[in-house]
C-alpha cells in the first residue's frame, strides 16, 4: 500500500511539473558569465562532482521540459558510469532529486533555471 501511494504521489508531481513548464517563459537572458556551481547540491560531493558541475551548466540556463529530462538523464548516465558498485545506487537518488526538486517554481538556488535573469524591458 505504501509503494502505491508513493509511486502515485511520485507521478503526480512529475505530472505537475511537466505541464508547469510547458508554459511559455517570460522574456529572459542568460548569465553563463558568472556561473557558479555548488557541486552536488545537498548531496555530497563524492568521486561524481564533475557530472553535478556539468548538470548545474544546463540548470543554469534553463530551457524547455526536454532539455530538463535530458540534463536530470545525463546526470545519471554520468554518475552510474563511474567506478564503485555504489554509483548504480547513487545514480538513481540523485535523478529522483533533481526530478522532485529541481522544479523551476521552487525558490531554491538549484532549480532549473536557477542562472536566468528576468530581462528589464
Known amino acids: ?5 508513493f509511486v502515485l504521489l511520485f507521478f503526480f508531481l512529475f505530472s505537475f511539473d511537466a505541464a508547469a513548464q510547458s508554459k511559455p ?11 557558479k556551481s555548488d557541486g552536488c547540491s545537498m548531496f555530497p560531493d563524492g568521486k561524481y562532482r564533475d557530472c553535478c558541475v556539468e548538470h548545474d551548466r544546463a540548470y543554469s540556463s534553463g530551457g ?6 535530458q540534463a536530470d538523464k545525463k546526470l545519471f ?3 552510474a558510469v563511474k567506478k564503485g558498485l555504489q554509483h548504480k545506487f547513487i545514480a538513481p537518488l540523485m535523478w529522483l ?17 536557477f542562472g536566468r535573469k528576468k530581462s528589464s524591458k
Not at 97 to 113: A, D, E, I, K, M
Open 77 to 79: 548516465k554520468c554518475v
Open 25 to 35: 517563459v517570460a522574456a529572459v537572458e542568460t548569465t553563463r558569465a558568472t556561473f
Open 97 to 113: 532529486g533533481v526530478r522532485t526538486g529541481g522544479v523551476h517554481w521552487l525558490p531554491t538556488s538549484f532549480r532549473w533555471g
Open 64 to 69: 524547455s521540459w526536454t532539455k530538463r529530462w
Open 1 to 5: 500500500m505504501k509503494r502505491i501511494v
